[in-house]
T-cell receptor, first 111, second 116 residues
C-alpha cells in the first residue's frame, strides 16, 4: 500500500491564488523531499527537509516538516501559470536511500 | 540535467513477451532506481541498486527483475509482459554525500511502455 499519503489529488486555482499540498506518513520519516513534474516531463528535485519542525522557503514556495516528522506541506503563494505541474513528496525511512513517493497533487493554474 | 539516458523512450509490445528497459548514467552515482508512474499512484519503486551486483526489491517488484553489471547501467526486465505493466517507467540516480544518505534523486526522461 501507499507508504506516504498526499492530498489533494487535483487542485485548480486562478492565477494569483494560493495553493497547498499535504503529505502524511503513518511512520516517522528520516527526511522528506519534494519534487515537481511538468506535464510530459520528469520529476525534478525542489528541496529536502530533515529536521523536526523545519521550514524552508524558495521565493513563493514554503515547505514545512511536522514536529513529529510524519507530515509535510508545500505552500505556493500567489500562483503563476509557470507553477503548473504535479508536485510529489517523497519520504525516507531508516532504510538505505529508498524513498516512498506520495501519489502527487496536480496543480492547474488558470490565467 | 544529470547524465541519465533511458532507452527505448517508447515501446509497444505484446502480452507474454520479454521486455528490457535500459538506464545509462554518466554521473558515477552509486544508487540507481526504477519507478513506474501510473495515474493516482504517483511513483512506485520497483527495484533499486546500491552498487554493482547489489540490488533489492521495492514496493511493486513482482513480474520484474533487474541487473547491474556495471556502475553506469541498470536494466529492468519484464520477464513476460502483461497489460497491467503498461506504464511510464522512470529511472533515477542518487549519490550519498558526506556520509549522508539524504541526497536528491535525478530522474531520466522516462520510457512509455504499452503492453497490448
Amino acid at each position: 500500500g501507499q507508504q506516504v499519503m498526499q492530498i489533494p489529488q487535483y487542485q485548480h486555482v486562478q492565477e494569483g491564488e494560493d495553493f497547498t499540498t499535504y503529505c502524511n506518513s503513518s511512520t516517522t520519516l528520516s527526511n522528506i523531499q519534494w519534487y515537481k513534474q511538468r506535464p510530459g516531463g520528469h520529476p525534478v528535485f525542489l528541496i529536502q527537509l530533515v529536521k523536526s519542525g523545519e521550514v524552508k522557503k524558495q521565493k513563493r514556495l514554503t515547505f514545512q516538516f511536522g514536529e513529529a516528522k510524519k507530515n509535510s506541506s508545500l505552500h505556493i503563494t500567489a500562483t503563476q501559470t509557470t507553477d503548473v505541474g504535479t508536485y510529489f513528496c517523497a519520504g525516507r525511512r531508516n532504510n538505505f536511500n529508498k524513498f516512498y513517493f506520495g501519489s502527487g497533487t496536480k496543480l492547474n493554474v488558470k490565467p | 540535467d544529470a547524465g541519465i539516458t533511458q532507452s527505448p523512450r517508447h515501446k509497444v509490445t505484446e502480452t507474454g513477451t520479454p521486455v528490457t528497459l535500459r538506464c545509462h548514467q554518466t554521473e558515477n552515482h552509486r544508487y540507481m532506481y526504477w519507478y513506474r508512474q501510473d495515474p493516482g499512484h504517483g511513483l512506485r519503486l520497483i527495484h533499486y541498486s546500491y552498487g554493482v551486483k547489489d540490488t533489492d526489491k521495492g514496493e511493486v517488484s513482482d513480474g520484474y527483475s533487474v541487473s547491474r553489471s556495471k556502475t553506469e547501467d541498470f536494466l529492468l526486465t519484464l520477464e513476460s509482459a502483461t497489460s497491467s505493466q503498461t506504464s511510464v517507467y522512470f529511472c533515477a540516480i542518487s549519490e550519498p554525500a558526506g556520509g549522508h544518505m539524504n541526497t536528491e534523486a535525478f530522474f531520466g526522461q522516462g520510457t512509455r511502455l504499452t503492453v497490448v
